[in-house]
């Protein structure tokens, strides 16, 4: 397929927010004709955009593997279709742009955790390039139907999953701002999805985490602010991620120990415990 061309290179990775250090590369993918790699996740990416369909399958075949330079590629170039489709909802450009900025962001922080150009979580942007997620001021909300249930929230109800994307802290202002924002948002460009919740799976709402933090902490506050369900489940790997940005196990105690937060999650680990995924919603804010 043929994306929309209406944007230069260049504007389209300021919009996207790509670093310095990462445009380079982002260029030279974005010269020539899409191989067919590329071709199939331009295929799959366009058939998603606005889809209720959110499977995520491994894409390629033997003959023509998929790689995640693939992936990149496929997104710089679907990016103007992405941002044309949002300005057919009204949705306005400060948010359109703040959204797909989160690609930006990810390939930024892959620089960070493995010293090279990449984005190893290409997977979580087809929230981004489907339309279905949307940064709010500080947080993202991905318009969605849960597939646990939820207390109150009705089976097919749309409902509206909360993330945090790092960029500044978590103060009551920002994530109170950014809440009073989602509930109108939605209700003006998917008002054939209707949405009275939010929900959030983190590890920031891992019970331990509000339990070993000052309460008056940002990250204890914002848990408070969510009604547990479910049960916790075990992912060991993601405070560490989040906290440090590295995808090993190993060499744990060779991480600094400087702020609370570092401390709590090593102390954990120190002490044989696992880190675990928190459940909880919340009513939105009419
Ligand atoms: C979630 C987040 C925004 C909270 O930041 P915050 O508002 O500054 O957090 P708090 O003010 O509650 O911090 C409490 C303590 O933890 C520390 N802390 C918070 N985030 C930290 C981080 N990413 N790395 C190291 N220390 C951190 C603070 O310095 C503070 O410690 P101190 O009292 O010794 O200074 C931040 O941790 C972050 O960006 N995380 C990555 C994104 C993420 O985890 N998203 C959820 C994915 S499911």
Same mark, same amino acid.
């Given at each position: 397929m043929t994306p929309r061309t209406?944007?230069?290179?260049?504007?389209? =990775?300021?919009? =996207?927010g790509i670093a310095p250090e990462d445009r380079t590369d982002c260029l030279s993918l974005l010269e020539g004709q899409a191989a067919p790699a590329v071709e199939i996740v331009l295929a799959h990416l366009t +058939?998603? *955009?606005?889809? +209720?369909?959110?499977?995520?399958?491994?894409?390629?075949?033997?003959?023509?593997? #998929?790689?995640? @330079?693939? %992936?990149?590629?496929?997104? =710089?170039?679907?990016?103007?279709?992405?941002?044309? %489709?949002?300005?057919?909802?009204?949705?306005?450009?400060?948010?359109?742009?703040?959204? #797909?900025?989160?690609?930006?962001?990810? @390939?930024a922080i892959n620089r960070r955790v493995h010293?090279?150009?990449? @984005?190893?979580? /290409?997977? %979580?942007?087809?929230h981004v390039f489907s339309?279905?997620? /949307?940064?709010?001021?500080? =947080?993202?909300?991905l318009i969605h139907q849960p597939s646990a249930e939820i207390p109150g929230v009705g089976a097919g109800e749309w409902i509206l999953g909360v993330h945090i994307p790092e960029g500044g802290g978590l103060g009551a202002d920002a994530v109170n701002g950014s809440l009073a924002l989602a509930?109108?948002?939605? +209700?003006?460009?998917?008002?054939?999805?209707? #949405?009275r919740t939010a929900n959030c799976e983190s590890w920031l709402l891992d019970p331990y985490l509000s339990e070993h933090l000052d309460s008056a902490s940002n990250i204890a506050q914002f848990a408070a602010l969510f009604t547990p369900y479910g049960t916790p489940r075990d992912e060991p790997?993601? +405070?560490? /991620?989040?906290?440090?940005?590295?995808?090993? @196990?190993?060499? *744990?105690?060779?991480?600094p120990r400087t702020t609370a937060l570092q401390q709590v999650v090593l102390n954990r680990i120190d002490a044989g415990g696992a %880190?675990?995924?928190?459940?909880?919603?919340?009513?939105?804010p009419r």
């Open positions: 209406a944007l230069s290179p260049e504007l389209t =990775l300021d919009i =996207l +058939a998603r *955009l606005g889809s +209720a369909d959110d499977s995520n399958p491994e894409l390629g075949t033997p003959e023509i593997p #998929v790689t995640e @330079m693939d %992936w990149i590629s496929a997104m =710089l170039r679907f990016a103007p279709e992405v941002l044309a %489709w949002h300005a057919d909802r009204g949705i306005p450009a400060d948010i359109s742009h703040a959204t #797909v900025a989160d690609l930006g962001r990810n @390939m010293n090279r150009f990449g @984005m190893d979580t /290409y997977k %979580w942007l087809n339309g279905r997620i /949307y940064q709010l001021g500080r =947080l993202q909300y509930t109108g948002f939605f +209700a003006e460009h998917f008002p054939e999805k209707p #949405v790997t993601d +405070a560490v /991620y989040f906290t440090f940005r590295t995808r090993s @196990m190993e060499h *744990l105690s060779e991480l %880190w675990q995924l928190g459940f909880g919603f919340l009513r939105l």
